[in-house]
């Protein structure tokens, strides 16, 4: 995974607007075990001011 300052370089778009994985196909393990809702993805929200994600 390569970065761009605090954020992947693959990631493309607006955070807290639309956002998206320019290499989703091919993404690197890492990519692939971050599940939304996770304590990975909440830290990270926490990180950008985004509230949570509700999970049902």
């Not at 995974?1 to 993404?27: F, H, N, P, W």
């Not at 996770?38 to 049902?56: H, N, V, Y």
């Amino acid at each position: 995974m390569r970065c761009e300052g605090d954020r992947c370089s693959a990631l493309q778009g607006e955070i807290g607007k639309a956002t998206a994985c320019g290499i989703y196909a091919v993404r690197p393990d890492v990519c692939r075990t971050c599940m939304p809702g996770d304590a990975e993805c909440a830290m990270a929200r926490r990180k950008f001011g985004l509230p949570m994600i509700e999970l049902t």
